[in-house]
T-cell receptor, first 115, second 110 residues
Framework: GAGVSQSPSNKVTEKGKDVELRCDPI?????LYWYRQSLGQGLEFLIY????????KSGLPSDRFSAERTGGSVSTLTIQRTQQEDSAVYLC?????????????FGPGTRLTVL | AQRVTQPEKLLSVFKGAPVELKCNYS??????LFWYVQYSRQRLQLLLR??SRESIKGFTADLNKGETSFHLKKPFAQEEDSAMYYC????????????FGTGTRLQVTL
């Protein structure tokens, strides 16, 4: 079946602009995660959704970052007033939400470059 | 606070040689441990998890709670094993974020 998909695959923007990154999880997966992969910081957790609610937003680095999920499916990560330090690969993952920590399946990522 | 440490950024071995990728963790409680792999130009994917106690592509990992380690091992490295390997942990029992180590690049040469 189809895996996690993300769009766009690459995004180049100018400092100060807003960007929106999209994630389509695997059908039926109720849990959705956003991570960021950057050279200096490795893989960092940003936010976790269970259905449409976000019980863990602890990884969002500033209030310029926000995310939403609608219909228990697609999620959008928005970065306002982008800065150069926001340049990274943004990864989305989804999983079932059974009684244990189910495997997280990752998308291909969106590479964001802020000039 | 939970933390995963992978001390080696790069591990270079010859084909056929044994491989050990180190991973140590700190966590208050009982975590679940994973190894994820990222091959060149491919997405991050699960290699194995400690509760499965299985061998994938010849790799095994044993959770040592006394030493808080979860080292990844393979007796004979293959060229196709060259990739970036990440150790990760999460809370046991329910969906929750993964905390990753910084990764180790394994380079297998002829």
């Amino acid at each position: 079946g189809a895996g996690v998909s993300q769009s766009p695959s690459n995004k180049v923007t100018e400092k100060g602009k807003d960007v929106e990154l999209r994630c389509d999880p695997i059908s039926g997966h109720t849990a959705l995660y956003w991570y960021r992969q950057s050279l200096g910081q490795g893989l960092e957790f940003l936010i976790y959704f269970q259905g449409n609610s976000a019980p863990d937003k602890s990884g969002l680095p500033s209030d310029r970052f926000s995310a939403e999920r609608t219909g228990g499916s697609v999620s959008t990560l928005t970065i306002q007033r982008t800065q150069q330090e926001d340049s990274a690969v943004y990864l989305c993952a989804s999983s079932l939400n059974g009684p244990r920590a189910d495997t997280q399946y990752f998308g291909p990522g969106t590479r964001l470059t802020v000039l | 606070a939970q933390r995963v440490t992978q001390p080696e950024k790069l591990l270079s071995v010859f084909k056929g040689a044994p491989v050990e990728l180190k991973c140590n963790y700190s966590y208050s409680g009982s975590p679940e441990l994973f190894w994820y792999v990222q091959y060149s130009r491919q997405r991050l994917q699960l290699l194995l998890r400690h509760i499965s106690r299985e061998s994938i592509k010849g790799f095994t990992a044993d959770l040592n709670k006394g030493e808080t380690s979860f080292h990844l091992k393979k007796p004979f490295a293959q060229e196709e094993d060259s990739a970036m390997y990440y150790c990760a942990l999460t809370r046991t029992g329910t969906a929750s974020k993964l905390t990753f180590g910084t990764g180790t690049r394994l380079q297998v040469t002829l």
